[in-house]
């Protein structure tokens, strides 16, 4: 959906739709499949710019980064960003970004696509690493039983020696 945002400065844009989004186009691999999202809000002018509203509702299929369990989690995520627009995009120079610049969109023009914004906080909204539950133990690297439901009686894997220097190191440290 593109908005004109020239042609809402005395009355404010609302929009409430239903979509259908494909959650291979997220390239997220814990994520199977996404529910038909909600999404609505409102767009308003303010000086200097233009402030927006939103909210997303839906419910995602996730697989659990230790066990590979499916997790159904359900999502309702707000969502506030004040837009400034400019004729001409400004000459970009390193800045310092600030907590309140994650929440500011700069755009060339008075022509917003929200299917970027859109796109971005299904993105936002997919966990780093979906746990089935806090204490889940996974899968054991051996034979691939599930921890969580059975113990195996494979062994550890003996430790990279490559690593031992390190842990003399950190041995030497907590003696101290």
Same mark, same amino acid.
């Given at each position: 959906?593109?908005?004109?945002?020239?042609?809402?400065?005395?009355?404010?844009?609302? %929009?409430?739709?239903?979509?259908?989004?494909? &959650?291979?186009?997220?390239?997220?691999?814990?994520?199977?499949?996404?529910?038909? *999202? $909600? %999404?609505?809000? *409102?767009?308003?002018? *303010?000086?200097?710019?233009?402030?927006? =509203?939103?909210?997303?509702?839906?419910?995602?299929?996730? &697989?659990?980064?230790?066990?590979?369990?499916?997790?159904?989690?359900? *999502?309702?995520?707000?969502?506030?960003?004040?837009?400034?627009?400019?004729?001409? =995009?400004? &000459?970009?120079?390193?800045?310092?970004?600030?907590?309140?610049?994650?929440?500011?969109?700069?755009?060339?023009?008075?022509?917003?696509?929200?299917?970027?914004?859109?796109?971005?906080?299904?993105?936002?909204?997919?966990?780093?690493?979906?746990?089935?539950?806090?204490?889940?133990?996974?899968?054991?690297?051996?034979?691939?039983?599930?921890?969580?439901?059975?113990?195996?009686?494979?062994?550890?894997?003996? !430790?990279?020696?490559?690593? &031992?220097?390190? !842990?003399?190191?950190?041995?030497?440290? !907590?003696? $101290?």
């Amino acid at each position: 959906m593109l908005i004109q945002l020239d042609r809402i400065r005395e009355d404010p844009f609302r %929009w409430q739709e239903t979509l259908d989004f494909d &959650a291979d186009s997220l390239d997220r691999v814990e994520l199977k499949s996404l529910s038909t *999202v $909600r %999404w609505e809000g *409102v767009i308003s002018f *303010v000086d200097p710019g233009f402030y927006l =509203k939103g909210f997303l509702s839906y419910t995602q299929r996730l &697989a659990c980064d230790r066990c590979l369990k499916e997790i159904t989690k359900p *999502v309702e995520s707000p969502l506030e960003l004040l837009i400034l627009t400019y004729l001409e =995009k400004p &000459a970009a120079e390193e800045q310092e970004l600030q907590e309140t610049d994650m929440s500011v969109i700069h755009l060339e023009g008075e022509e917003l696509n929200m299917a970027q914004i859109f796109v971005e906080q299904l993105q936002l909204n997919v966990p780093m690493k979906p746990l089935c539950r806090p204490d889940c133990v996974g899968l054991c690297p051996q034979c691939g039983a599930d921890r969580n439901e059975q113990t195996c009686d494979c062994s550890e894997p003996a !430790a990279d020696p490559r690593w &031992a220097a390190l !842990a003399e190191f950190k041995e030497k440290i !907590a003696e $101290r």
